[in-house]
């Protein structure tokens, strides 16, 4: 559905893009990262033709961007952070003049309203835009990016303003969407990106620093690779036996749970569980529990951003 094939941009000295490339299939929800400067909004420019690029080749259903952009464009709906809203107007009518502007070919007073629905701002249809909350003002972005059921969505920091029920409602919509569109989802909210997104793409100085799918960058189907454990004992001596562990690559104290007991997250190469076991049944310690977790978005995001994780192929 989207075929990004070696994209290079450059602004004077500074070099935006190098080389990027990356395919997205039908249904596909990606969740696009990067720091402020590493190239986010240079790569969703360049996709929905706000930006040319100096090299490389965008194509969104077999059509060329560049070659043909008024048909590519007919194919992706856009809201960007700050949805392109004419305040002055009412919901309803803003929704119809976005609907003759994007010449889209079906019933409008039905289609309309159908997206209304869906994006749950029928009760706000008749008021003005600058009168809504800042919620409302995105769900209202949202609707124009779906007018003419575009096959692709990009959107940037779709929940910003959002109360807490919204996002849950919105996170959901975007799932539902996803079920026949190919979304391309950015956002700072790693949270809501492990929620949705099923691939995910890091970008870091205009590269791509990681790619996979969702529960692969965050582990969480391997018990083996984060404990968290409760023991009782020393916490400097607890941290020292554990370090020794064959195995353990790393444990992070997160201090006292109670009284003479601390908390501590073991990082391990293997399956270590049966080795911490014995180690402490030698000592004057106790352990009190033992569980397996999962390595969240965010620390995996870290390590890769800081330079702990290079890209794999």
């Known amino acids: 559905m ?14 935006a893009l190098d080389d990027v490339s990356f395919t997205l299939e039908d249904g596909d929800i990606l969740g696009f990262l990067g720091p402020n400067g590493a190239g986010k909004s240079t790569t969703m420019n360049i996709i929905t033709g706000y930006l040319s690029s100096d090299e490389g080749s965008v194509e969104i259903d077999g059509t060329d961007i560049m070659e043909e952009p008024e048909r590519a464009k007919k194919k992706i709906g856009y809201l960007p952070e700050v949805p392109p809203l004419y305040n002055d107007m009412t919901v309803q009518k803003y929704l119809e003049f976005m609907f003759r502007l994007k010449k889209v070919r079906l019933p409008m007073k039905e289609h309309i309203f159908k997206i209304c629905e869906m994006v749950k701002i029928t009760d706000v249809q008749d008021r003005i835009i600058k009168h809504l909350s800042k919620g409302y003002r995105q769900r209202v972005g949202l609707a124009q990016a779906l007018l003419g059921d575009p096959p ?27 079920k026949e569109h190919t979304i391309i989802l950015s956002s700072h909210v790693l ?123």
């Open 2 to 15: 989207i075929k990004v094939r070696n994209l290079t941009k450059s602004y004077v000295r500074n070099k």
């Open 152 to 178: 692709v969505l990009i959107l940037d920091e779709p929940t910003v303003g959002l109360d807490p029920q919204q996002i849950i409602e919105i996170r959901k919509l975007i799932r539902e969407l996803g």
């Open 191 to 313: 949270s809501e990106v492990q929620a949705v997104c099923d691939k995910i793409i890091i970008i870091n100085h205009g590269r791509i620093a990681a790619r996979g799918l969702t529960a692969e960058m965050t582990r969480t189907g391997d018990s083996t690779q984060r404990l968290n454990l409760v023991i009782e004992g020393k916490n400097t001596a607890v941290k020292a036996l554990l370090s020794r562990i064959d195995g353990v690559s790393d444990v992070m104290d997160k201090g006292e749970c109670e009284k003479g007991c601390y908390e501590y997250t073991v990082d391990c190469k293997k399956d270590v569980r049966r080795l911490i076991f014995r180690a402490i049944a030698r000592s004057d310690f106790s352990i009190l529990s033992m569980s397996p977790v999962g390595v969240s978005l965010e620390d995996t995001y870290l390590d890769i951003i800081s330079g702990k994780t290079e890209e794999e192929d």
